[in-house]
């Protein structure tokens, strides 16, 4: 899992194809935390997963003690628990842009994804995939307008983002390269990061292979 270069006894409860896993390994890969990745099949999840959790739920994040079940929880923890290089700012506006960015994305992008990815073939899934792709279009000028989004430094925010944008081929979205290329220009920065490649399962490499 990328190059190790803190000591820790964690545990990560991973689904291999969900990006709300993918978003806490990039965490995990951008701060350099050694972690033991299970990659855990949620039709085939292990006897201990509900010893943890008791909505025997993926992710889930095991660190002594301490026992952790939602994906943007984990994502602050990892934050605070090993400071460098920090993915959330400092000061407190900033700080709560940010959270209210992740929770936009969680209603506006995610929800549509969670429902296309569960019924790629349904007649509601046509409409959620239109509504996605103009919604990811709409947004260009966001993309367009900092390096990363939203922000000049890498954030917790891009681990989200880019999980969900790695997606998009298995979810059937084709963004325009004239209309969308702020997008697709974010998209090519972000999976070329060292930690977004250490972050990826096997099961998300084959998504665009």
Not at 116 to 129: F, N, T, Y
Not at 158 to 176: Q, T
Request: hydrophobic share 40%; aromatic share 8%.
């Amino acid at each position: 899992m990328g190059v190790v270069t803190k000591r820790s006894s964690m545990t990560f409860y991973s689904d291999g194809a969900s990006h709300y896993s993918h978003r806490v390994r990039i965490v995990l890969a951008e701060k350099g935390v050694a972690v033991e990745v299970q990659d855990v099949d949620p039709a085939n999840k292990p006897a201990e997963l509900s010893d943890h959790n008791p909505y025997n739920e993926l992710p889930t994040l095991v660190d002594r003690d301490l026992v952790l079940y939602e994906a943007d929880i984990m994502m602050e923890y990892l934050d605070e628990r090993f400071p460098h290089p920090p993915l959330l700012p400092v000061y407190p506006v900033a700080r709560a842009q940010s959270r209210l960015m992740m929770y936009r994305i969680r209603k506006d992008w995610s929800r549509l994804a969670d429902a296309i990815l569960a019924d790629p073939e349904s007649k509601q899934s046509e409409a959620d995939r239109k509504e996605l792709k103009e919604s990811l279009t709409a947004a260009s000028p966001i993309f367009a307008e900092m390096t990363f989004f939203m922000s000049e430094e890498f954030t917790i925010v891009d681990c989200c983002v880019s999980a969900l944008l790695w997606r998009l081929p298995i979810m059937g979205i084709e963004l325009n390269e004239v209309q969308a290329k702020p997008v697709l220009d974010y998209m090519a920065n972000m999976f070329e990061r060292e930690s977004f490649q250490a972050s990826l399962s096997e099961l998300e490499k084959e998504m665009r292979h």
